[in-house]
């Protein structure tokens, strides 16, 4: 049995190669994926762990804010004197480091990465762990000098003698680039400025006696933990105390994030290949299984039991996927070297060389190949058992409709039923949790219950879609649809392929279209300021900014935005941790804001704070309570609750849920913040467009900053919408290719195991044209139906996500009919292109061979 497995195996490599380059994308992706995100966090773990300092002393910050607020948590640089007497401290010394900075050359424009990494301004201090050495000119020296970072001259165009433009939070300042440094290892892809020690706390900070930190080497013989343990018994809990290990698992976790990012879409695109892909292993073994029925007849009536013939089949898909997973594997090698170089293109220098193969890439890459094929191959499997020697022999052939059919039916309905019920309750549901939860069962269920019962829609539905093949084609176009029909099993399993891909389109689609109408709608009914000024990260920008826009002719109305971490604790006993919006007085001339109780002017009075009117309910607050708010650094006040908003009818320039209190509340609370969003509207006798054009010059230094008006504000949330989009649309395209990939195999069997039907076919007169044009169309009617069931299944899918959007205020419905209309006449492409080597092949057939055809 082993040697006619392998023979068997051999004899049908070629009809097997497309299910096993469904097992090679599977794998790639998964295999890409985990070597790719090894490699990024060995590379920076050993990159922290060589350049932080034995204990690194910082200012104690127990909030964080999920947006940027511009200020720098700083401690007193004299601390260093305190430190220096502590028993195992061989040095102390302070460090200056601040991300709220953006450099400007001479043409005005950025000298900061723009892939989002950050630009950092240091002070200048060479050791043993620095990440940078000087590799041309000199170290800065007092005011007005600086070093940059090879990597972001070399980009940049920025060389020795330059001049640059610092603009800090205190104020801009102007440097002349003296010296250039390389990095001793891998550049985060940080832009990197380094200034004299002496000036930097000045520059920087606004004071020359602040610092962000201290860091401190260890006397020999006194470890990091003992040296910790001395410094926490000298300053107390007023710091954040820790070690080398600790700072470097700081910083790999603040990385870790964006490695997850990469990692889950990566291992979305494996997933997406792994679902489809299995509908092709599936339907390939189903037809070989067909095809030789004889010859598995034949090893039954030779005594082989039900058993081996089982395990005959299943050790030909484990052989697949050996083959599948290890090509997958090199291919996944391949792919982690390809990210690697586009990081090393956007900035970040990973090197090719410290490539890492963990023992858990190959492990999981054969796991995912070898386990989808056997489990995809196990139905096939069984049912070839189930044939007895006799009906084999008589090549009666295996996958019937009888009573699996009916048993799909039963199946299919009560897993139908239970995905609709979810749905429902989803619909139904009155909070963002729950809904959320019972809309992922329900797209699991339904989408379970259309693959199971798919078969069961193939003759109602083609018989709709063929139906004008016959007028349009004649006897050929009544063919292609009855051959569509023949086996539903076949091709229900060869549409699902397509289906899932393009139910997730269809569903994102009217999601993502809901969201841009919902947010149109939000700031046609909020926004009453004629431009918003922005960086075009969201990061805050400098007072100076601020000061230059006030003084522009023709500047009405300028309110502030900046934001603030917070943890209130309320009248139930919860404490939340949020991030709060601080406005100027005017902000009713800026934003239209819909109040549940009290007004804009009450909440942003000083001492007071305005909430959400569902927030509020949740947690027990009412009008007039007291609430005890904590800001960073320590700080903490009482606020009393002045406003009540309406997030729900249109009102808020805060965030949903969160807190609104008056810009001097955070001014006071935390210091040293930055304005995150000027709203501004055009003095009375000034003429929008004329405002436009001053703003546009008052910006001109500052390339980080724009100046948008509603119907820009609205691009922008599109054009942020659109990258999910574009990353569904990635799906579907990786899809359709393995999609593609089943029509092909499933026409291409197809066509061997209808060789003599072909063959008697083109004996009374059917011309090859005609045979191409009898496979184009059956290929097209398959590709359609599958198309038809995913996007009627995206679009339920897309009304209930609608449902849970609309729990967050985002209400409006829309459905792109154009991408839906494009969706399924794209599909008919697909179809037509899936067939033409099948076609091609089968119209090149001899006649004469092929009726002799056994």
């Known amino acids: 049995m082993l040697k006619a497995t392998l023979r068997s195996f051999l004899a049908h490599k070629g009809r097997l190669l497309l299910s096993a380059l469904a097992i090679v994308l599977s794998v790639a992706f998964v295999a890409g994926s985990l070597i790719?995100?090894?490699?990024?966090?060995?590379?920076?773990?050993?990159?922290?762990?060589?350049?932080?300092?034995?204990?690194?002393?910082?200012?104690?910050?127990?909030?964080?804010?999920?947006?940027?607020?511009?200020?720098?948590?700083?401690?007193?640089?004299?601390?260093?004197?305190?430190?220096?007497?502590?028993?195992?401290?061989?040095?102390?010394?302070?460090?200056?480091?601040?991300?709220?900075?953006?450099?400007?050359?001479?043409?005005?424009?950025?000298?900061?990465?723009?892939?989002?990494?950050?630009?950092?301004?240091?002070?200048?201090?060479?050791?043993?762990?620095?990440?940078?050495?000087?590799?041309?000119?000199?170290?800065?020296?007092?005011?007005?000098?600086?070093?940059?970072?090879?990597?972001?001259?070399?980009?940049?165009?920025?060389g020795i003698g330059d001049t640059l433009s610092v603009q800090a939070q205190p104020g801009s300042f102007r440097v002349e680039i003296v010296g250039i440094a390389t990095f001793k290892t891998t550049n985060p892809g940080a832009a990197l400025v380094f200034l004299d020690p002496a000036v930097a706390g000045a520059r920087l900070l606004g004071?020359?006696?602040?610092?962000?930190?201290?860091?401190?080497?260890?006397?020999?013989?006194?470890?990091?933990?003992?040296?910790?343990?001395?410094?926490?018994?000298?300053?107390?809990?007023?710091?954040?105390?820790?070690?080398?290990?600790?700072?470097?698992?700081?910083?790999?976790?603040?990385?870790?994030?964006?490695?997850?990012?990469?990692?889950?879409?990566?291992?979305?695109?494996?997933?997406?290949?792994?679902?489809?892909?299995?509908?092709?292993?599936?339907?390939?073994?189903?037809?070989l299984i067909a095809q030789r029925t004889r010859e598995l007849g034949l090893l039954r009536a030779l005594?082989?039991?039900?058993?081996?013939?089982?395990?005959?089949?299943?050790?030909?898909?484990?052989?697949?996927?050996?083959?599948?997973?290890?090509?997958?594997l090199a291919a996944g090698i391949g792919l982690a070297l390809g990210l690697i170089r586009l990081m090393s293109s956007i900035g970040m220098n990973l090197k090719t060389t410290e490539m890492v193969v963990g023992w858990a890439t190959p492990v999981t890459a054969y796991v995912v190949g070898v386990g989808v094929t056997f489990v995809a191959a196990y139905l096939p499997a069984r049912r070839a058992a189930g044939v007895s020697p006799m009906a084999a022999l008589a090549d009666a052939e295996i996958a019937g409709t009888g009573r699996p059919l009916r048993t799909r039916a039963v199946v299919g309905s009560v897993v139908g039923a239970v995905g609709a019920a979810a749905l429902v309750g989803c619909v139904l549901a009155g909070g963002t949790s729950s809904a959320a939860s019972l809309l992922g069962l329900g797209v699991v269920f339904t989408l379970v219950a259309m693959v199971i019962a798919g078969p069961l829609l193939v003759r109602p539905v083609i018989r709709v879609l063929g139906g004008a093949f016959p007028a349009l084609f004649g006897s050929v176009g009544r063919m292609s649809q009855r051959n569509a029909l023949r086996n539903p099993r076949r091709t229900g399993a060869t549409a699902a392929a397509l289906m899932v891909g393009l139910a997730l389109v269809g569903g994102m689609s009217v999601a993502s279209a809901s969201m841009s109408r919902s947010f149109d709608e939000q700031i046609d009914r909020t926004l009453g300021a004629d431009f918003v000024l922005q960086n075009a990260n969201f990061t805050p920008f400098p007072q100076e900014v601020t000061d230059r826009v006030r003084d522009t002719e023709g500047v009405g109305v300028v309110v502030r935005q900046r934001f603030a971490p917070v943890a209130v604790t309320l009248p139930d006993g919860e404490r939340i941790e949020t991030t709060a919006a601080g406005y100027d007085d005017g902000a009713d001339e800026v934003a239209r804001v819909t109040y549940a109780s009290g007004d804009t002017a009450a909440a942003l009075a000083d001492g007071n704070v305005a909430m959400d009117v569902d927030f509020a309910g949740e947690h027990d607050v009412r009008m007039g309570d007291t609430v005890p708010v904590e800001f960073p650094g320590g700080r903490s006040t009482e606020l009393t609750v002045a406003a009540l908003t309406d997030m729900d009818g249109g009102s808020g320039f805060g965030m949903a849920g969160g807190l609104v209190f008056g810009i001097a509340t955070v001014e006071e609370y935390v210091p040293g913040g930055q304005d995150s969003a000027l709203y501004v509207n055009a003095a009375a006798g000034t003429s929008v467009d004329r405002l436009r054009e001053r703003l546009e010059t008052t910006l001109e230094p500052y390339p980080q900053v724009q100046a948008r008006d509603q119907a820009d504000y609205k691009e922008l949330v599109h054009d942020q919408i659109a990258v999910l989009l574009y990353l569904v649309y990635a799906l579907l395209g990786l899809a359709i290719v393995i999609a593609v990939l089943g029509v092909v195999n499933t026409l291409a069997l197809s066509v061997v195991e209808r060789t003599r039907e072909i063959g008697l076919l083109r004996a009374i007169g059917l011309g090859r044209r005609q045979l191409r044009r009898m496979i184009r169309l059956e290929s097209v009617v398959i590709a359609v139906f599958g198309a038809v069931l995913g996007v009627g299944l995206g679009l339920v899918w897309g009304l209930c996500v609608q449902q849970v959007l609309a729990l967050q205020g985002m209400t409006a419905l829309a459905i792109p009919w154009g991408t839906i209309a494009a969706v399924v006449i794209g599909s008919a492409v697909v179809g037509i292109a899936a067939a033409l080597l099948p076609a091609l092949r089968a119209s090149r057939m001899n006649v004469l061979e092929a009726i002799a055809h056994e």
Not at 264 to 287: D, K, P, Q, R
């Open 207 to 287: 004071s020359a006696d602040l610092a962000t930190s201290v860091s401190l080497d260890a006397a020999p013989g006194v470890t990091d933990a003992e040296l910790k343990r001395r410094v926490t018994e000298r300053l107390g809990d007023a710091y954040k105390v820790q070690t080398a290990d600790e700072t470097a698992e700081t910083a790999a976790d603040e990385l870790g994030g964006f490695l997850d990012v990469i990692k889950y879409v990566m291992l979305g695109f494996a997933g997406i290949a792994v679902l489809v892909g299995v509908f092709l292993i599936v339907n390939t073994f189903s037809m």
């Open 36 to 158: 790719f995100s090894d490699t990024v966090t060995r590379t920076f773990d050993r990159l922290f762990a060589s350049t932080s300092a034995d204990v690194t002393v910082e200012p104690r910050d127990d909030l964080e804010s999920s947006v940027p607020t511009g200020a720098v948590q700083t401690l007193p640089a004299s601390l260093v004197r305190e430190l220096t007497g502590v028993d195992g401290v061989e040095s102390a010394r302070p460090d200056i480091s601040v991300e709220n900075i953006t450099v400007v050359d001479g043409h005005n424009e950025s000298v900061g990465p723009t892939t989002g990494a950050p630009t950092i301004a240091v002070d200048w201090y060479v050791s043993e762990r620095s990440v940078v050495e000087l590799t041309s000119g000199r170290t800065p020296s007092g005011d007005g000098e600086a070093v940059l970072d090879a990597d972001t001259a070399d980009a940049k165009d920025v």
């Open 303 to 328: 005594g082989a039991d039900r058993r081996q013939v089982r395990r005959s089949v299943l050790t030909e898909a484990v052989l697949l996927g050996l083959v599948g997973s290890t090509v997958g």
